[in-house]
Nanobody, 126 residues
Framework: QVQLVESGGGLVQAGGSLRLSCAAS????????VAWFRQAPRKEREFIAA????????YYPDSVKGRFTISRDNAKNTAYLQMDALKPEDTAVYYC???????????????????WGQGTQVTVSS
């Protein structure tokens, strides 16, 4: 089991940047794929980035590709989401998730992630 705590959210103007952190505790973090999801009011939770256990492979949907960067430091048991060129439509609660089951590539489905953080609010003003 992995416990996850997100931080780094806040209020930023459109065009600005934020860096979210996901601090993990538990022995399996370094062997787990990690993803970030977000959920805006009255919308489904949306996949926005994933990284495999080693950090060698990353995946993004078109909505954030080129603006968001996921990374991890297994020595620090921490994953990150660098968000640049933020838009008002990026406003949401952002969640970190970890998948402890081995996969060929990280899943983009929230149902495959068995560990979740509590979320951090990101608000982008226009």
């Amino acid at each position: 089991q992995v416990q996850l705590v997100e931080s780094g959210g806040g209020l930023v103007q459109a065009g600005g940047s934020l860096r979210l952190s996901c601090a993990a505790s538990g022995r399996t973090f370094s062997s787990s794929d990690v993803a970030w999801f977000r959920q805006a009011p009255r919308k489904e939770r949306e996949f926005i980035a994933a990284i495999n256990w080693s950090g060698e492979s990353t995946y993004y949907p078109d909505s954030v590709k080129g603006r968001f960067t996921i990374s991890r430091d297994n020595a620090k048991n921490t994953a990150y989401l660098q968000m640049d060129a933020l838009k008002p439509e990026d406003t949401a609660v952002y969640y970190c998730a970890a998948d402890s089951r081995p996969r060929t590539v990280p899943s983009q489905s929230r149902s495959d992630y068995d560990n979740w953080g509590q979320g951090t609010q990101v608000t982008v003003s226009s």
